[in-house]
């Protein structure tokens, strides 16, 4: 018989999300540009960081709006919102209302929420 040992663990709950503020936006095609911000929630002690890209949906990348991808970073103890600017393309086309997607993946020091996916509305001033 091994002897039995008592030890004492200690759990520490450093759970983080990061998402969207907001899972719709809505921007006129002569804007410019819309800006989505993304949050960080729960133990931001450490640093974590995303990264980001849009997808065409039924809007689509040089005619509608600038495709956008990078990495955003949070360092350690920072809790603030970071933004993503996408610019919007002011062309002369009569159009309907189309979309596109800006979608988060790959986080690290951090666990995506459930607000992953932005969709993105541009409204024609055609
Ligand atoms: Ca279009
Ligand atoms: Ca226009
Ligand atoms: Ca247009």
Redesign the pocket.
């Known amino acids: 018989m091994g002897a039995i040992s008592n030890a004492t663990v200690t759990i520490v709950n450093n759970d983080n999300n990061i998402e969207f503020e907001s899972v719709s936006g809505s921007v006129s095609?002569g804007s410019g540009s819309i800006t989505m911000w993304v949050k960080r929630l729960g133990d931001a002690n450490a640093a974590a960081s995303v990264k980001y890209a849009t997808a065409n949906g039924t809007a689509k990348a040089r005619s509608?709006y600038t495709a956008r991808s990078g990495t955003l970073n949070w360092a350690a103890g920072d809790a603030t919102a970071k933004s993503i600017v996408v610019p919007i393309i002011?062309?002369?086309?009569?159009?309907n209302s189309e979309t596109f997607k800006v979608n988060l993946s790959l986080p690290v020091g951090a666990t995506l929420g459930v607000s992953k996916t932005a969709i993105v509305t541009i409204v024609?001033?055609?």
């Open positions: 095609e509608d002011n062309n002369a086309t009569r159009e024609d001033n055609d």
